[in-house]
């Protein structure tokens, strides 16, 4: 994807398109007020998406086009931007006391369906031709903010081209 004023950034897209997005795809996902009944999302924005360090590499490749067989006629030199992008998922989640003695586990439990939809998503994601290759590695972490709530941090990076 080119550069331009009219067009979206792929980075624009991949979190909040409507259609392609991580935010409306783990929104529908989670659901956290109707399904997960040992949490409720802290008031306001539930999911804080940050992004974090970039680098953009220059990929070259080289056609040679043989004219007859054996004979190099010309070649054609084509370059593609492809930038690697960290993504970070933040969740703020408060407990239900009845479950005060599960807290940890539950909020582990949490933790795995969030990166079980990080993966499903970029699966489609690059069905569909927005990034290079699904994520297959999250890190992050888990903080307790206090004996009532919780902020789980999802970390992951996504490449895409900048020429498509």
């Known amino acids: 994807m080119s550069p331009s004023n009219d067009r979206v950034s792929v980075i624009r897209q991949l979190i909040l398109d409507p259609e392609v997005g991580l935010k409306p795809y ?20 539930p999911y804080g998406y ?7 590499d220059l990929i070259s490749s080289t056609t040679e086009i043989l004219d007859p067989p054996g004979d190099t006629q010309y070649s054609d030199t084509h370059f593609e931007l492809r930038v690697t992008q960290l993504v970070s998922v933040v969740l703020s989640i408060a407990l239900n006391k009845d479950i005060e003695d599960e807290w940890s586990i539950a ?51 996504v490449t895409y081209s900048m020429d498509k």
């Open 107 to 157: 909020a582990a439990e949490i933790q795995t369906i969030l990166d079980v939809y990080i993966v499903r998503w970029s699966q489609k994601a690059r069905e569909k031709g927005l990034i290079e290759e699904d994520v297959d590695f999250i890190e992050g972490s888990l903080d307790f903010l206090n004996d009532l709530s919780a902020e789980i941090v999802r970390e992951f990076e």
């Open 50 to 56: 940050v992004t974090g360090k970039l680098s953009i």
């Open 26 to 45: 783990l929104q529908e996902k989670l659901d956290l007020e109707n399904r997960l009944t040992d949490f409720k999302a802290i008031p306001g924005s």
